[in-house]
């Protein structure tokens, strides 16, 4: 691996800075969490496409994919749903080693001490951030405004270079942040081309993983655009992700935790029957319930958009072929993990959202093991493994099978290709070029005078 600080004054500085967090508050959080994901929290559903849309190019938002785990009948149990849990989607031996021995487990490569600097540091001011995107948020409530405040305040913060991008053509989007008065990162963040599923991710990080930041009615915590969504039920809920008794124990601090209504209290959820190694019934939340980024539209524009940067990503940088690339989609209060993995064909959805914030006695704060997580997503090329498909037996997702020969669009695209509007347009000429790939010239007959 490659160190990430070249000057030996900065290298030291480094891990001087990073020493100062050893048996301090902000290590034994993250143990707290790294335990949590080693013992196998947050399964993700290994999806497989029945059909889609994506041969025709179209706009993220008017993708339609169509999901065997989200059949009509949720009810019927008879069919197997493949899941794979969290923990091995990355390299356990960092978290072990950080488990046992800390600070201390990580000071032999600076990549790796960066990126747990940049999670300590932020853990240490959490609640400076969490505050400010509160506030943010609260001055002037829209999705604009949440795209700033989760880029500035939360996912810029959680990788080493701060780099991220938001979309410049959003609406009202401020110049500088409303809170620290710091320069809002704005730029181009279109994915895909017109032969393909194409649109602008409302962030980009590290001009890598993709952020789609959903609204909700800031009342109701609904969709403010209800008229959209498909097959919504008003009386479900996911469950929260820290459902672990030691877990919630460990937590309930001063700063995390899980209220006694969340742990007491059985959501009313529909749930659909797994496979599973140790042959037990396991149940994940395939529910479309209020929160909008569970409603089945929301799910086909960000499918979509995975699977679409995932092959942008790969097109520009070969080194990230067999990892899976994150996409996020988000709320002003959830976090929803897609992964695809273009090369090896196999796409993954967290079967639970991350709630971003924990509500202690006093205040409400930013969940730290949500802060985990996002972390380890967003730092991927750091934490991964690759070609996962050679350890754990996985279903492809068929996008592959189901594009055939237009899959040559998808293997072209990358990141800021085109300046998409909001609607589709199809340029003269793009039906004649589409057909050209399905014909061959045929020779006039000698026959013929």
Not at 7 to 14: A, E, K, Q
Not at 110 to 137: C, N, P, S, W
Not at 348 to 376: K, Y
Not at 430 to 447: G, I, V
Request: hydrophobic content about 35%.
């Amino acid at each position: 691996m490659a160190a990430y600080i070249v000057n030996s004054d900065s290298s030291s500085d480094l891990f001087g800075r990073i020493r100062r967090f050893k048996n301090s508050e902000e290590e034994r959080l993250l143990k707290t969490s790294l335990k949590h994901i080693v013992q196998n929290d947050l399964p993700f559903i290994n999806l497989v496409i029945d059909s889609c849309n994506g041969k025709r190019g179209g706009l993220f938002t008017e993708a339609c994919v169509e999901l065997s785990p989200y059949v009509e009948d949720v009810g019927v149990d008879t069919e197997e749903i493949g899941l794979i849990n969290m923990r091995l989607l990355f390299k356990l031996d960092i978290f072990e080693k950080f488990l046992e021995n800390g600070i201390d487990s990580v000071l032999n490569d600076t990549d790796i001490v960066t990126v747990f600097l940049t999670l300590l540091e932020f853990l240490r001011d959490r609640k400076v951030h969490g505050k400010a995107i509160k506030e943010i948020i609260k001055e002037a409530p829209g999705k604009t405004t949440v795209m700033v405040a989760l880029a500035q305040h939360l996912l810029s913060q959680l990788v080493p270079d701060k780099e991220y991008l938001v979309d410049s053509t959003a609406k009202q989007l401020p110049k500088k942040c409303p809170d620290c008065n710091v320069q809002i990162q704005a730029g181009n963040t279109s994915i895909g081309s017109l032969s393909t599923w194409h649109g602008r991710a409302d962030i980009l990080i590290n001009k890598t993983i993709a952020v789609t930041v959903v609204e909700e009615d800031t009342e109701t915590g609904n969709s403010s655009n209800d008229s959209k969504l498909r097959n919504s039920s008003n009386d479900t809920k996911l469950r929260n992700s820290l459902h672990d008794t030691d877990m919630e124990n460990a937590l309930n601090d001063a700063d995390l935790g899980s209220s006694s209504d969340s742990i007491n209290v059985e959501p009313s959820i529909k749930r659909r029957k797994t496979a599973s190694n140790e042959k037990t019934e396991i149940f994940i939340d395939v529910s479309r319930g209020e929160d909008i980024l569970t409603n089945l539209y929301t799910l086909d524009q960000i499918v979509a958009e995975t699977v679409t940067n995932g092959f942008a990503q790969v097109n520009m940088d070969n080194l990230l072929s067999g990892l899976f690339i994150p996409t996020i989609g988000c709320t002003a209060g959830h976090a929803s993990i897609f992964l695809y993995d273009p090369e090896n064909d196999i796409l993954l959805q967290a079967g639970e959202l991350l709630q971003l914030w924990h509500v202690s006695p006093s205040e409400r704060l930013l969940s730290v093991f949500s802060i985990v997580c996002l972390w380890l997503f967003l730092n991927f090329k750091t934490f991964s493994v690759k070609n996962l498909k050679d350890k754990v037996k996985l279903d492809k997702s068929r996008f592959h099978e189901y594009m055939k020969y237009k899959l040559r669009f998808y293997k072209e695209i990358q990141i800021g290709m085109l300046s998409c509007t909001s609607t589709s347009p199809r340029p003269l000429g793009t039906l004649t070029q589409d057909l050209k790939m399905y014909c061959t010239f045929r020779k006039p007959s000698e026959h013929i005078r």
